[in-house]
């Protein structure tokens, strides 16, 4: 009677550790489950609105908008988008305010050393910097992406998106451009400037500001980017 009331019980603890191993094992698929469901980004990307603070960039002919405005609005349709498709994304600026300290004697100096810091000190593989263009004939307009002179992969990037702005963006330039431009200067990793269009030809500020147009060119913005990561 005694022998068998142990055996019963030996069983009974059996019984309880296995059940506690299949709940600590469920738990364990579980919580892993959940940590492969948001796993690290595979890239990372700089999303950089041009301008920002005293330095408003250029100024929509009709609509009066300033350039770093909107920039701001395409950087951050461009950032949710990015975020959709799984990348990482480090944004130089989130708001209006400008990058330079505002007690330095010299906001332009102070501005760029802030973009080349943000950019360097990011994990980030390439470089995104949105403006809009002006010029003092009103019948220019179009995209046109730009890389720096000697950036192998900045170039693969710019020709990548420009081809991916060509195809659905009335004006876009397919081909891409040697630009001088700091933010593209003063960094190795695969940087453009997508000048996204003409604050100066009143048609195309038009489409610039409409909603639905941001979130078309973001889109093959993002579409160009994504194609030059499966190269
Ligand atoms: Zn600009």
Redesign the pocket.
């Known amino acids: 009677m005694k022998l068998k009331f142990l055996t019963i019980k030996r069983k009974t603890v059996l019984a309880v550790i296995l059940t506690m191993l299949i709940i600590v094992g469920g738990f364990t698929t579980f919580f892993t489950v959940r940590a492969n469901a948001s796993p690290k980004p595979l890239h990372t990307i700089v999303i950089d609105a041009?301008?920002g603070g005293i330095d408003g960039?250029?100024v929509g002919k009709t609509s009066g908008i300033d350039?770093?405005h909107l920039?701001l609005q395409y950087a951050m349709a461009l950032k949710s988008l990015c975020e959709k498709f799984g990348l990482g994304v480090v944004m130089t600026r989130s708001d209006m305010n400008g990058l330079y300290d505002i007690s330095a004697p010299n906001k332009k100096k102070s501005e760029m050393a802030k973009r080349k810091q943000i950019i360097e000190s990011s994990n980030a593989d390439i470089v995104v910097s949105l403006?809009?263009?002006s010029f003092p004939l009103s019948s220019a307009r179009g995209a046109q992406v730009y890389y720096a002179i000697g950036n192998d992969s900045g170039k693969a990037l710019a020709e990548s998106v420009g081809a991916s702005l060509n195809q659905s963006i009335d004006y876009a330039k397919k081909t891409a451009k040697v630009g001088d431009y700091y933010v593209l200067n003063c960094t190795n990793k695969a940087g453009i400037l997508v000048?996204c269009g003409f604050l100066s030809n009143a048609e195309e500020e038009k489409l610039l500001i409409s909603e639905d147009y941001k979130i078309k060119f973001c889109y093959n913005l993002l579409c160009g980017i994504l194609k030059f990561y499966e190269m």
């Open positions: 041009g301008h960039g250029a350039e770093s920039n403006h809009m263009n000048e």
